[in-house]
């Protein structure tokens, strides 16, 4: 059974201005999440500028999640590492608090081989016994990890059943997809390519634009599981400007800055993310009053 289908929100982590994480706003925006629609959580992804927290930090961050959403919905808990050694670390202790699944990224930096990462993913999936989503993301990690490394993890590692495909490569998936044989639950890591992956037998996706716009994010995969194709198709389109705006800066400083925007107020971000230049702010706040939220 798919961990979750539909639209997970790669949900943020608010500060306070001292950059200690604001727990009373992360419950609010977690509420604001299930009740607009959003199918599952992400806490501590790329979004959630967990690279920047402490490993105290990070698992409490987790903790409190799983706290917090009772089940409502599934959590994923990103518990990545460039050192497989910390990335078996915080998945078992996150296994602890309760959430659905685990994220894991590939191992930034380091470059691994094909083989390396296949040694590294199955090191930390057999040290639990939690459902894994591979997280492929090269253009931040500088590591790809191939069709049919995914295609060998997802069949002869158990509890290896997922991957969220963020390399913008469509012909990569459609490679990976084509060699699945039914082994490999797709999400998309690129909201701008929600519905190409859905049309490759994708599951939903794994969202920033979700922390503005949940609802409308659910219903792009909803209309095309419901068969309404042109449906989630023209609300895919409507929603280009608004992508493109979400990363004209590295993620998440525009994500937290419209959110800032939107009266969530949830803070600043941790260096060595800075705030975001005047000029693309003006773009993103053109590109929200366009979509209608602002």
């Given amino acids: 059974m798919a961990i979750f289908k539909g639209a997970g929100v790669a949900i943020v982590t608010p500060f306070h201005e001292d950059g200690s994480i604001n727990y009373e706003k992360f419950a ?18 790329t979004t959630g500028e967990a690279s920047t927290l402490t490993h105290e930090e990070h698992l ?57 990462l296949y040694e590294h993913f199955k090191q930390i999936a057999d040290s639990v016994k939690l459902p894994i989503i591979l997280y492929n993301v090269p253009s931040r990690t500088g590591c790809n990890i191939l069709p049919q490394t995914v295609v060998r993890l997802c069949t002869e590692v158990s509890n290896i059943v ?45 969202s920033v634009v979700s922390n503005v716009a949940p609802r409308q994010m659910h219903d792009i995969c909803q209309k095309f599981f419901d068969g309404d194709v042109e449906g989630s198709m023209r609300e895919q389109l409507r929603a280009i400007e608004l992508c ?3 990363f004209c800066e590295v993620n998440p400083i525009p994500v937290k800055t419209a959110m800032n ?21 003006e773009i993103l706040k053109t ?8």
């Fill in 28 to 45: 609010e925006l977690i509420e604001e999440q299930i009740a607009g629609g959003t199918d599952a959580i992400i806490v501590c992804g």
């Fill in 60 to 116: 409490d961050l987790i903790r409190f999640c799983a706290e917090k959403v009772k089940g409502r919905v599934p959590v994923v808990a990103g518990t990545g590492s460039n050192c497989t050694k910390t990335a078996v670390y915080l998945s078992t202790e996150a296994e602890k608090y309760g959430v659905d699944a685990l994220l894991l990224v590939t191992p930034y930096y380091n470059k691994a081989t094909q083989n390396g």
């Fill in 287 to 294: 590109a929200l009053q366009n979509y209608g939220i602002l």
């Fill in 244 to 246: 493109d705006a979400l």
């Fill in 162 to 206: 997922a991957i969220k495909e963020a390399s913008g490569n469509i012909s990569q998936v459609a490679k990976l997809m084509s060699l699945a044989g039914g082994k490999v639950d797709l999400y998309s890591g690129n909201d701008d390519q929600v519905v190409p992956l859905l049309s490759l037998g994708g599951l939903g996706v794994i």
């Fill in 261 to 281: 925007l939107m009266g969530k107020n949830v803070g600043p971000l941790h260096m060595p993310l800075s705030e975001m230049e005047p000029k693309n702010v």
